[in-house]
């Protein structure tokens, strides 16, 4: 990977046209589309280091700052995050099914929620160009539920005998899982090799900032600037002006036109409040989904024979009508054993791992703030909403009617997942003066030259893997821009 690094002292009082805070997906997507836009040069200011792919698999670790040191957590609940160049595409599985039309009208429809200020047809177009970009493989027949305009760049992934059976019962509502784990080699990217550890892709096969934007970070209009948390901005009269880090204990400052804030759903809403700007919900409604891991045995059918880690996806709890009442629940058919294998001699494949994820409810009461002292983020997680529990517990309570094309012997409720390690939802969009912080084109209400990216942005929750749509959304929020 090509990488113009330069350092804190290099931009000390610097001026550049375009300041990016952080380098996940939404910065890093906004940046690709922005760069051939710019006259000037653009700035790229990570709180982490750079982790080549080798050094990631030689230490078995994404990064070298921990995520609860990053923050002071008041409950238990955990919150992971990637501290490095390229945030979260370093450790995420890779799982990139689009948002359902639904799940951008809540309100309007079901009555619960916030709806987003535009809908699923005018994302479309970007998400097509957002998979382009990752070469994502997937599932034709997945039109169906989520209407698209252009192919998958990558042929479905092989299913497991299970979802063969599914398909052929439900094919309005099972699909081979749309992933930005290749079925087929690409230029700098192999294909997945089904290995279960995503996290850290032994074959560098998913897409990650290194293999995807190889010559982003080193183009001749990019400095980057590591190792440098953001503190505050700086602005008056409506206009963000400059940007203070901190670079081994010291304090430095560069101004700019535009400015980009993709830290994270925590470190974002941070910054604004350290810099003093709390407009709207800034900081309220951090969430992400409810889910829950399920075992179910199986009589005499095999599984595991899939070509990447999930395989399936099912939609058939996912919308209707129910969702005034309990969530919308998206189940995830595995292609791994995280509890083992079966134990009796000839049966050890005869088992399908299951995972429920349901949406949630944002509320304003599951925060970010400060501490007033040191500025630390602070995460206040009250937990989530009986109507998010809800959807989980109707579709267990119902999964041997959905399972009816397969032999199950039994069905296992194993545990709650602790976390999907999507943080979302505390510097929300829509519309100036109903709670929100950025308008539809993500750019801030009263800050008009700062645009906010990532899935901090997002009004809602989806059941749906949120990377793809943030993505999606920087694309968007680029084209609107700079055209």
């Not at 804190?8 to 990016?20: D, I, K, Q, W």
């Not at 690709?32 to 790229?44: C, D, P």
């Not at 995830?332 to 409810?361: C, Q, T, V």
């Not at 970010?368 to 809800?390: F, H, L, N, W």
Request: charged share 20%; proline share 6%.
């Amino acid at each position: 990977m090509e990488l113009n690094r330069v350092s804190a002292a290099a931009v000390e009082n610097g001026h550049y046209e375009l300041v990016v805070i952080g380098s996940g997906f939404g910065s890093t997507f906004f940046l690709s589309q922005a760069i051939e836009k710019l006259k000037g040069r653009a700035l790229v200011i990570e709180w982490g280091d750079f982790h080549p792919w080798a050094w990631q698999i030689q230490s078995q670790s994404n990064t070298l700052i921990t995520p609860d040191s990053t923050y002071r957590n008041l409950g238990e609940k955990p919150w992971n995050t990637t501290i490095a160049l390229g945030g979260g595409m370093n450790c995420w599985f890779s799982q990139t099914p689009r948002l359902h039309p639904s799940d951008f009208a809540t309100r309007t429809r079901y009555g619960v929620g916030h709806d987003w200020p535009f809908g699923y047809d005018e994302l479309e177009p970007f998400y097509g160009q957002a998979e382009r970009i990752m070469s994502i493989s997937g599932d034709p027949d997945m039109a169906r539920v989520l209407p698209r305009s252009t192919p998958f760049p990558q042929p479905p992934h092989r299913g497991t005998a299970i979802d063969r059976l599914m398909k052929a019962a439900m094919p309005d509502y099972h699909f081979i899982t749309p992933t930005a784990r290749p079925r087929v080699a690409t230029e700098h990217r192999g294909a997945c090799c089904s290995n279960a550890s995503c996290n850290l892709c032994p074959v560098n096969a998913k897409f990650t900032a290194e293999n995807g934007f190889p010559t982003l970070f080193g183009h001749p209009k990019v400095d980057v600037v590591l190792k440098s948390p953001v503190q505050r901005l700086e602005y008056s009269g409506g206009q963000v002006s400059g940007v203070e880090f901190v670079h081994d204990g010291r304090t430095h400052r560069v101004s700019g036109d535009l400015f980009v804030l993709g830290a994270n759903a925590i470190q974002s809403p941070a910054i604004l409040l350290r810099s003093g700007m709390d407009h709207g919900d800034t900081g309220r409604g951090l969430h992400e989904q409810v889910g829950a891991n399920l075992e179910v045995f199986l009589d005499g059918l095999e599984n595991f024979d899939g070509s990447t880690i999930t395989t399936g996806l099912n939609y058939f709890f996912y919308d209707g009508d129910f969702r005034k009442e309990r969530s919308a629940a998206l189940l995830y058919f595995e292609n791994r054993w995280p509890y083992g294998l079966r134990k009796e001699p000839g049966r050890h494949r005869e088992i399908l791992p299951m995972m429920i994820a349901s949406e949630d409810l944002p509320h304003r009461d599951n925060r970010v703030t400060i501490d007033p002292e040191t500025g630390q983020a602070i995460i206040d997680y009250r937990g989530e909403s009986d109507y998010g529990k809800r959807g989980v517990e109707h579709a267990f309570a119902n999964l041997d009617k959905l399972l009816a094309p397969l032999p199950v012997e039994s069905i296992q409720f194993k545990e709650w997942r602790l976390t999907e390690s999507h943080v979302q939802g505390t510097l929300r969009m829509g519309v100036d003066g109903d709670g929100s912080v950025i308008d539809a084109g993500m750019i801030h209400h009263r800050l008009r030259n700062l645009v906010v990216v990532g899935t901090a942005a997002f009004p809602s929750c989806s059941p749906a893997n949120p990377s793809l749509t943030a993505a999606a959304l920087s694309l968007r929020a680029a084209h609107r821009l700079f055209g």
